[in-house]
């Protein structure tokens, strides 16, 4: 049987973090590798794809992930963008910063996935919220991390 402190330690190292990439916006969800979950955490501003890496911080201090996973968005046919390339880059900027493995997951569509489900959850005739609208990048984040467990 498991003591509290193993406990704990079991659950950080099933924690993963993934992050929708985007110029102006950087959705983040976490998940358990175990029971292979996830769940949309929040959307970090950023600054021409920088993210504010002292609100980053406070999420990797409170998560205490052991992998991260970055959607990157190749075009329809599955080559490379320029938005893969700034994906890319964010990712081995995050490595650098965390020193954790950063995987890379096709995320095509996953923001219009997103979009379509919180378009879904509106009553008929009213507009989304810009509450609702904020929760796009966080849910592809979540989306993202689904495909990574779906696929391992």
Known sequence: MLNTADRSQQMTTNRILSFDFGLKRIGVATGNRRTKTAQALSTLPASNGQPNWRALDKILAQWKPTLLVVGLPLAMDGSE????????????????????????????????????????????????????????????????????????
């Open 81 to 152: 963008s320029i938005m893969s390339s700034a994906a890319r880059k964010f990712g081995a900027r995050l490595s650098e910063h965390t020193g954790l493995t950063v995987n890379f997951v096709d995320e095509r569509l996953t923001s219009v996935t997103a979009e379509r489900i919180l378009r879904d959850s509106v009553e008929p005739g009213k507009k989304m919220t810009k509450k609702r609208v904020g929760a796009i990048d966080n849910l592809a984040a979540q989306l993202i991390l689904q495909t990574y467990f779906d696929d391992d």
